[in-house]
């Protein structure tokens, strides 16, 4: 079974460089499972639910998002537009399952391929560096208590190199595939750890690279030189897709495979 995970999209520059390869990819590696992780897709900060509907035009199964999550609040409406037992696009739409309770939305979504394999998909949010009020680390493990599908995806969205890396170690054997998301800058240390657990640091963006992290350089570099705060605009310059394939076996979820892209146009 393949499943491709798309890192952070970023603002229009990263919607259309995954629109341009998207197709290519999931026709090539056979996909069966396509998550993508939306936080940023609308203008850089937060999604809209149109640009949700757009990405699960293109083929997407789960959107998973970050710390940006509340930026757009027209996005409550649609997450609260379901009940949680629902299959339909607005339940496939995940915030981090680790926030404060009783929020808007769910943070773990299960579902079936068209090929008839159960899989679940987790949303977590790191909190070295980060305003997040629950430990992932437990949330974890609670969650898992309640997944019977033996693939399961997990998007740590997490600051920090070392919580990420201890997240991997923590859930090896227990997940398919832990990938790091947030930084946007892509690792190059993607591999299969002891128990079968696929693992990569950071994915990275899906948007503007002539940028930093996805923002227009002029304003972020202002910043830095006077320390004065300043509106950021997502730049629109030199885009690339950013994504990682991992391979699994479906009856026991074990990753036996994980290889990451960046494409440009």
């Not at 404060?100 to 773990?108: E, K, M, R, S, V």
Request: charge should be negative; hydrophobic fraction near 40%.
């Amino acid at each position: 079974m393949n499943i491709l995970f798309v890192g952070d999209i970023f603002g229009s520059a990263g919607r259309r460089i995954v629109r341009e390869h998207i197709g290519y990819l999931r026709e090539a590696h056979s996909i069966e499972l396509l998550v993508v992780n939306a936080e940023n897709a609308a203008g850089g900060f937060g999604l809209t639910p149109q640009i949700a509907e757009d990405l699960f035009d293109l083929g997407a199964d789960v959107l998973t998002t970050g710390n940006h999550i509340w930026d757009k609040r027209e996005l409550v409406d649609y997450l609260n537009s379901v009940p949680a037992d629902s299959q339909d696009r607005p339940r496939r739409v995940l915030r981090p399952a680790n926030l404060q309770p009783n929020l808007p939305g769910y943070g773990i979504f299960e579902g079936v391929t068209t090929t008839g394999v159960p899989y679940a998909v987790v949303d977590l949010q790191g909190r070295v560096f980060m305003n997040t009020p629950s430990d992932p680390f437990h949330a974890a493990n609670d969650l898992l208590t309640t997944i019977q599908a033996k693939v399961i995806l997990v998007d740590f969205h997490a600051e920090a190199t070392s919580e990420k890396v201890a997240m991997g170690w923590h859930l090896d054997g227990r997940v398919t595939a832990v990938l790091g998301t947030h930084t946007h800058i892509p690792t190059a240390d993607e591999r299969i750890l002891p128990g079968g657990t696929a693992f990569q640091t950071d994915v990275g963006m899906s948007g503007p690279y002539d940028s930093v992290i996805g923002v227009e350089k002029e304003l972020v570099l202002h910043r830095f030189l006077t320390g004065m705060p300043g509106k950021f605009e997502a730049a629109k310059e030199n885009p690339k897709m950013c994504a990682t394939l991992v391979a699994c076996e479906p009856l026991t979820g074990r990753a036996t495979r994980i290889q990451r892209f960046m494409l440009g146009e």
